[in-house]
Nanobody, 123 residues
């Protein structure tokens, strides 16, 4: 069974906005930490934003601070990434994840991954 499904990716110009959504199963939602990662071509997957479901603890990578906002809709079991002021370097495959904990390398522990949605920002 698919536990997380991303949508909302696409192609925009520099300075534009996109809103990504991730629908979670009940099982995935129960992990607690709701996270967005991204992977640029030829690089490792990096954590960009996270929020503990239903709580106030929210964190952002320095590269997206002030431009991205992670939101959680508990009723719909949906994780949202609002991306504003997009830059060319934001181009990547974006993945949502639900995690019980994080490793020292910020990888998702005892959790689930979505299949990803592509975001492309033109110069």
């Amino acid at each position: 069974q698919v536990q997380l499904v991303e949508s909302g990716g696409g192609s925009v110009q520099t300075g534009g906005s996109l809103r990504l959504s991730c629908a979670a199963s009940k099982t995935a939602w129960s992990r607690g930490w709701l996270v967005w990662y991204r992977q640029k071509s030829g690089t490792e997957r990096d954590r960009v934003a996270l929020k503990y479901g239903g709580g106030d603890n929210t964190y952002y990578a320095d590269s997206v601070e002030g431009r991205f906002t992670v939101l959680v809709d508990n009723a719909k079991k949906t994780i949202i990434l609002q991306m504003d002021g997009l830059k060319h370097e934001d181009t990547a495959m974006y993945y949502c994840a639900s995690c019980k904990y994080f490793t020292s390398s910020e990888s998702c522990g005892n959790g689930y991954w979505g299949q990803g949605t592509q975001v492309t920002v033109s110069s």
